[in-house]
C-alpha cells in the first residue's frame, strides 16, 4: 500500500514538472516558422515537388535576355537601314558634273570628224546651217549653261562642240542639250548623227549623207 502511495505520488510530482516545461517548448516555437507549422501539423501532407515549375523558373531570366538581345539587334538593323536609305538618297540626289556619255559609236564619230576636216565647204548650204546653228543655244533657253567652242559646215557634215560656262552644270543640263538638239526641226535634213564626250564638253557630227554614202565618195 505504501509502495503504491509512491509511486502515485511520484507519478503525479512527474506531471507537475513535465507540464510547465512542455507548455515553455510550445510557447518557443515562432509563430510564423514553416517548423511551428509542421509539429502543429503533424498530419498535413507536404505539398508535393513541381520539376516543371522549377525548370520554368530557372529559365526565366534566360529568356529575358535573350529577349533583350533580340530587340537590341533590331534596333541596330533598323539603325543601320535608316543610314543606308540616307546615303542612296543622297547619292541620287547628288548631281554629277560630267556631261553624258554618247551611245553612238566612237568610230562613226571619227570618220565624220576626217571627212569633215577633208571635205570642201558648200558655202550656200553650210551658211543657212551655221546661222540655225549659231542660235540653237539661245532659242533652246541653254545659254546660260552652255556655249559654242566651235560650230561649222562643210559640204555635208557639220561639227559642233558644246562647253560648259560653269562647273554647276550638272548630268540633268547635258540631256537637256542632247533632247533639245535633236528635237530642232533643222535635224531632220541629216541622216547620221554622233556624239561623243571630250575632256572639255562634247562634240558632235551631223551628216547629211549615211556612212556608206560618204566611204564611196571619200
Not at 503525479?12 to 507549422?37: F, M, Y
Not at 543606308?84 to 565624220?112: D, V
Not at 564626250?197 to 556612212?211: D, E, N, R, W, Y
Request: aromatic share 8%; net charge negative.
Amino acid at each position: 500500500m505504501d509502495n503504491l502511495g509512491q509511486k502515485i505520488g511520484y507519478m503525479l510530482l512527474g506531471a507537475a514538472v513535465a507540464a510547465p516545461l512542455t507548455w515553455w517548448l510550445v510557447a518557443a516555437q515562432p509563430v510564423n516558422s514553416p517548423a511551428s507549422v509542421m509539429e502543429t501539423h503533424p498530419d498535413k501532407p507536404l505539398p508535393p515537388a513541381n520539376p516543371a515549375n522549377d525548370a520554368v523558373e530557372a529559365t526565366v531570366p534566360t529568356t529575358t535576355d535573350t529577349l533583350a538581345e533580340l530587340t537590341a539587334l533590331r534596333q541596330q538593323v533598323q539603325q543601320l537601314q535608316g543610314e543606308l536609305a540616307q546615303t542612296q538618297a543622297a547619292a541620287r540626289a547628288e548631281p554629277s558634273t560630267e556631261p553624258p556619255r554618247s551611245t553612238a559609236s566612237g568610230n562613226i564619230n571619227r570618220q565624220l570628224a576626217d571627212i569633215f576636216q577633208t571635205e570642201s565647204r558648200d558655202p550656200l548650204w553650210a551658211d543657212e546651217l551655221e546661222l540655225q546653228l549659231g542660235d540653237f543655244l539661245y532659242t533652246s533657253d541653254l545659254s546660260h549653261y552652255f556655249a559654242y567652242a566651235s560650230y561649222g559646215c562643210k559640204r555635208h557634215v557639220c561639227q559642233l562642240s558644246f562647253v560648259p560656262r560653269s562647273q554647276g552644270v550638272d548630268a540633268m543640263q547635258w540631256q537637256r542639250l542632247n533632247d533639245r538638239l535633236f528635237n530642232t526641226p533643222w535635224i531632220q535634213h541629216f541622216k547620221v548623227s554622233a556624239a561623243q564626250q571630250t575632256a572639255q564638253g562634247m562634240q558632235v557630227h551631223l551628216s547629211t549623207k549615211s556612212i556608206r554614202e560618204l566611204s564611196t565618195e571619200y
